[in-house]
């Protein structure tokens, strides 16, 4: 009989992931596509089916290329990022389910797929992690998420105060004060921690809960990506049209997400669609396209003001 709870799940604005401690060691387990982390990303098809996950994500990225044949946005049935609406009630309409979800009972289904990932044994118990900004309100609604998934016991745990039990259990010199910098998909925590005797005590915290990766994107998006589009092409009348330039907005965001991901590890990353991935012709009649060579210089000079913001963050932290 278990005696502590050895399930973790790190509940995320953009992907979600659940771990378990074996053998003393925490490990991810993989998702349904073998992946260490699924997009926290849910749909409603037609037949009232419920995809999570990978699936859903392509279906987001299905619906909105087709957006661009006619510049119409479609009433959604997928949805993403609801993490950040958490305890705010915000509804979120289906016309395929003909109802309003709450961001807590989408939530809900993200931690079920994460728990249908445990197959030798029934998940009662878990950690879930949280912002370190996340109110109690938000906090309220992540517990809540978490019973409409079916979890008998739930407990909180910052997520700063997550990165810093891993790094602690392999860290060398574990004893004094940590600062750790948490850059999230669509969260910034920044943490003052103090670790004495292998106790960790969070002496302070300051955060932003509308900081992270998204804002990476949204950067290459519209400093690279559709400057380069009004220079090739004659779009003025969709850059102008603002429902229309959010729809292109969205369609490209794909692209600058993998150019965020591959400059990770790569020096350069061509920005590249096929012919037919925009589906809608210019003012001249022509199809536009992408081809963008990028580099580490350029994605520094995009996103040096975003890290700024969580650097200032740091900042006021230390000093206070």
């Known amino acids: 009989m278990r005696t502590r709870i050895d399930y973790g799940i790190d509940l995320g604005t953009t992907n979600s992931a659940i ?4 053998n003393g060691k925490p490990v991810i387990k993989k998702s349904d596509m073998l992946m260490d982390t699924m997009p926290s990303c849910i749909s409603y098809n037609i037949k009232k089916d419920i995809l999570v996950g990978q699936s859903a994500f392509g279906k987001l990225k299905t619906d909105r290329t ?9 009433k959604s049935n997928t ?5 950040r609406t958490m305890g705010v009630e915000i509804p979120y309409s289906s016309s395929n389910m003909s109802k309003d979800f709450s961001s807590e009972e ?8 994460l728990k249908s990932f445990i197959t030798d044994e029934a998940v009662k118990s878990i950690v879930i992690t949280v912002p370190a900004k996340f109110t109690m309100v938000q906090k309220d609604a992540t517990v809540k998420a978490g019973k409409l998934a079916g979890f008998e016991h739930i407990e909180l745990l910052q997520e700063p105060i997550a990165a810093s039990m891993a790094y602690g ?23 003052l921690i103090k670790v004495e005797d292998g106790i960790m005590k969070v002496v302070d915290t300051e955060g932003d809960n509308w900081l992270g990766g998204k ?25 102008t049209d603002k429902d229309k330039k959010d729809i292109l907005r969205d369609a490209v965001k794909f692209y600058a997400e993998e150019c965020k991901i591959q400059m990770s590890f790569k020096d350069k990353h061509n920005i590249l669609t096929d012919l037919g991935d925009l589906p809608f ?12 060579e990028v580099n580490q210089s350029l994605m ?9 913001k969580s650097i200032d963050i740091c900042k006021d932290l230390l000093k206070r």
């Open 19 to 22: 771990a378990r401690i074996e």
């Open 300 to 308: 520094e000079e995009t996103f040096a003001p975003i890290f700024q």
């Open 106 to 113: 989408l939530s809900a289904e993200i931690l079920l797929k």
């Open 79 to 83: 949805f993403i990022e609801f993490k």
């Open 281 to 292: 012709e210019d003012e001249n009649g022509e199809e536009p396209y992408i081809d963008i």
């Open 169 to 191: 259990l392999d860290a060398d010199n574990k004893d004094g004060m940590w600062l750790v910098y948490d850059f999230g998909g669509g969260t910034f925590d920044a943490a």
């Open 66 to 74: 087709n957006a661009l044949k006619h510049f119409r946005k479609e």
């Open 215 to 239: 804002n990476l994107d949204e950067a290459i998006v519209d400093q690279i990506i559709l400057p380069y589009m009004e220079k090739t092409f004659a779009i003025n009348d969709i850059l």
